[in-house]
Antibody
Framework: EVQLVESGGGWVQPGGSLRLSCAAS????????MNWVRQAPGKGLEWVSY????????YNADSVKGRFTISRDNAKNSLYLQMNSLRAEDTAVYYC?????????????WGQGTLVTVSS | EIVLTQSPATLSLSPGERATLSCRAS??????LAWYQQKPGQAPRLLIY???NRATGIPARFSGSGSGTDFTLTISSLEPEDFAVYYC???????????FGQGTKLESK
């Protein structure tokens, strides 16, 4: 069974930093592209960041460029999101999301999410 | 950037009725479209990928159709557990950006 378990969320002041982790199990982690997707309270889904299976290529949404960095450790079956210069509008549940591509690409598995609250 | 627009924003129906949810893309996405279901306090769940393929374990009452810019998610006969928020999604090849629609809330009448 595919499992994605996020950790590292919490409360942080504006301008602060936080590092999210995602522990993957039940599949060959090193074979899949991974993403972070977030959802602000009462709002829709927003894709945040993408990383290829090897970790060599990353891409971020404009809203977090220059502030967030996605990375992975395939030996540890883990995905990370380093979040710096946090703003109130970054408050959201952050989901670790496994990408799959057949004809198109989609999220086949989601973690349960970890809540990040940015507030003074 | 491709924009996905879902309609209606809210759909009020009764169990046993047929639900039809729409998703329109600002430019052609071929059949590269997926649908997700999200219940309160839960992560989204993949329902449909490549416009019309049901994901593993998804009941046959869920079906997807469309190509190009216009897509439809149909629930043939609503069960009580189907009342939730539904999102459509596409991803460009490069840059690898995922885009979600704003969601349709399916509520019980």
């Amino acid at each position: 069974e595919v499992q994605l378990v996020e950790s590292g969320g919490g409360w942080v002041q504006p301008g602060g930093s936080l590092r999210l982790s995602c522990a993957a199990s039940g599949f060959t982690f090193s074979s899949y592209e991974m993403n972070w997707v977030r959802q602000a309270p009462g709002k829709g889904l927003e894709w945040v960041s993408y990383i290829t299976s090897s970790g060599k290529t990353i891409y971020n949404a404009d809203s977090v460029k220059g502030r967030f960095t996605i990375s992975r450790d395939n030996a540890k079956n883990s995905l990370y999101l380093q979040m710096n210069s946090l703003r109130a509008e970054d408050t959201a549940v952050y989901y670790c999301a496994r990408g799959d591509c057949s004809v198109g690409c989609y999220v086949s598995s989601w973690g349960q999410g970890t809540l990040v609250t940015v507030s003074s | 950037e491709i924009v996905l627009t879902q309609s209606p924003a809210t759909l009020s129906l009764s169990p046993g009725e047929r639900a039809t949810l729409s998703c329109r893309a600002s430019q052609s996405v071929s059949n590269y479209l997926a649908w997700y279901q999200q219940k309160p306090g839960q992560a989204p769940r993949l329902l449909i990928y490549d416009a019309s393929n049901r994901a593993t374990g998804i009941p046959a009452r869920f079906s997807g159709s469309g190509s190009g810019t216009d897509f439809t998610l149909t629930i043939s006969s609503l069960e009580p557990e189907d009342f939730a928020v539904y999102y459509c999604q596409q991803r460009t090849s490069w840059p690898p950006m995922y885009t979600f629609g704003q969601g349709t809330k399916l509520e019980s009448k």
